[in-house]
């Protein structure tokens, strides 16, 4: 998290034409020092703060949103067996979100995880993906397989008819694509998550 952080602050800059340690991205990241808390700030939130106008505060909105769709590298000797492994590579990110959030993992032949990507970030109930929002960076680093996680921000795991539904069209996807989709898992608080593949629903 420290380094999307970091990732997020250089950003910022960039498109500020500001420095990483100026005043107004030294305000920004003291006023909304969680990441999660970052990608959540308003307009309204933004304009509060002295020196940013309504055009700056749109500049930063965008930038923001672009970070949300960056691709964050994950551990290329990370091997997934088991459900449990990717609940421990996604949890920590996943702890505090307010939004469903939807992530791929996407991985070699040999099951370790080449990259990780949010897809999607929906409403407290819901978070609507598309099969090529899925399959097109699959396909563009030659991954054997897919595992798709969300959150569900009421900490409880168990699958929505709408979960499974989209569960469903990836793996119909999937499959005309040659890229298994090994499994979905939704992750709460207790139990901490669900594997759609284990209750036989994919």
Same mark, same amino acid.
């Given at each position: 998290?420290?380094n999307?952080h ?5 950003l910022?800059a960039s498109?500020? !034409?500001e420095?990483p340690?100026? &005043?107004?991205?030294?305000q ?5 020092? #969680?990441? $999660?808390d970052?990608?959540?700030?308003t307009?309204?939130e933004l304009?509060?703060?002295?020196g ?11 930038a ?9 590298p994950?551990p290329?000797t990370y091997?997934? !067996?088991?459900?449990?492994?990717? &609940?421990?590579?996604?949890?920590p990110?996943?702890?505090?979100? #307010?939004? $469903?959030h939807f992530?791929c ?6 099951n370790?995880?080449?990259a990780?990507?949010?897809v999607s ?6 978070s609507?993906?598309?099969?090529r ?6 396909i ?7 595992i798709?996680v969300?959150n569900?921000?009421?900490?409880n ?7 499974i539904a989209?569960?469903k069209?990836l793996s119909e996807?999937?499959t005309?694509?040659?890229?298994e ?5 939704v ?9 759609l ?5 994919m």
């Amino acid at each position: 998290m420290e380094n999307a952080h970091l990732e997020i602050k250089s950003l910022l800059a960039s498109s500020l !034409r500001e420095k990483p340690g100026s &005043y107004i991205i030294e305000q920004i990241f003291n006023l909304f020092p #969680k990441t $999660e808390d970052l990608i959540e700030v308003t307009e309204q939130e933004l304009i509060a703060i002295k020196g940013i106008g309504q055009m700056k505060a749109r500049q930063i909105l965008a930038a923001l949103k672009l970070a949300q769709t960056l691709t964050v590298p994950a551990p290329p000797t990370y091997k997934i !067996r088991n459900p449990e492994d990717v &609940y421990k590579l996604v949890e920590p990110e996943f702890r505090y979100l #307010k939004k $469903e959030h939807f992530v791929c993992l996407f991985l070699n032949s040999k099951n370790g995880v080449i990259a990780k990507e949010l897809v999607s970030v929906g409403c407290l109930n819901a978070s609507i993906v598309h099969p090529r929002e899925v399959f097109r960076p699959a396909i563009k680093r030659s991954s054997a397989s897919v595992i798709c996680v969300h959150n569900h921000p009421s900490g409880n795991p168990e699958p929505s008819p709408e979960d499974i539904a989209i569960t469903k069209r990836l793996s119909e996807a999937a499959t005309i694509l040659g890229i298994e989709l090994l499994d979905h898992i939704v992750i709460g608080y207790s139990p901490k998550y669900i594997s759609l593949k284990e209750r036989g629903l994919m």
